[in-house]
């Protein structure tokens, strides 16, 4: 049974462009969850998807958007790059709102 | 005011080291508590819940006291592997979403 993946690995982008980042979720889980960890820092809520709509979002700012797919994928965007959105980005899954299961994470770095 | 806060680190503590992180968190209303353990460059993983009545795996005890808005993590007999990021996390009601403090990071030599 495949775990939380995410792709890609790594990526490196430039100021002012956008990237998406995938999710897919744990097999039997619904609902996904986005959270961005700086350097030092512990991972921040962003937005959590369930049933293909944005449920709970966290303090990010409109830059930052997703989707939900209706086999429970999950996308994260971000416009208009900014240096300080360079941090690893992680997706969790879980059932509803049970026990969360987190993915190796996205690492992106802005330049 | 930080909504999960930890003691800063790191810790060096040699092998066999019993070594205690401290949490503490603003929203009295949140429901559940756990320690994470993150490793360096991957992901968070579940270490353990944590309970009003304190609970205990191997050489893990994790403590909660609701009416001080504590947590509390204790490891036992230190071993090289436990060398790692020690993350406390507080569930709200609702929607199941996670507040993590900043973590802490344990260097067992």
């Known amino acids: 049974d495949a775990g939380v993946t995410q792709s890609p690995t790594h990526l490196i982008k430039t100021r002012g462009q956008q990237v998406t980042l995938r999710c897919s979720p744990k097999?039997?889980?619904?609902?996904v969850s986005w959270y961005q960890q700086a350097l030092g820092q512990g991972p921040q809520f962003i937005f959590q998807?369930?049933?293909?709509?944005?449920?709970q979002r966290g303090n990010f700012p409109d830059r930052f958007s997703g989707h939900q797919f209706p086999n429970y994928s999950s996308e994260l965007n971000v416009n208009a790059l900014l240096l300080g959105d360079s941090a690893l980005y992680l997706c969790?899954?879980?059932?509803?709102?049970?026990?969360?299961?987190f993915g190796p994470g996205t690492r992106l770095t802005v330049t | 005011r930080k909504e999960v806060e930890q003691d800063p680190g790191p810790f060096n503590v040699p092998e066999g080291a019993t070594v205690a992180f401290n949490c503490t968190y603003s929203n009295s209303a949140s429901q559940s508590f756990f320690w994470y353990r993150q490793d360096c460059r991957k992901e968070p993983k579940l270490l353990m819940s944590?309970?009003?009545s304190g609970n205990e795996d191997g050489r893990f005890t994790a403590q909660l006291n609701r009416a001080s808005q504590y947590i509390s993590l204790l490891i036992r007999d230190s071993k090289l592997s436990d060398s790692a990021t020690y993350l406390c996390?507080?569930?709200?009601?609702?929607?199941?979403?996670?507040?993590f403090g900043k973590g802490t990071m344990l260097l067992v030599s």
């Open positions: 097999s039997g889980h619904d609902t």
């Open positions: 944590v309970y009003s």
């Open positions: 969790a899954s879980s059932w509803d709102t049970y026990e969360q299961y």
């Open positions: 996390v507080v569930k709200d009601s609702g929607y199941s979403t996670l507040t």
């Open positions: 998807y369930y049933e293909e709509e944005e449920r």
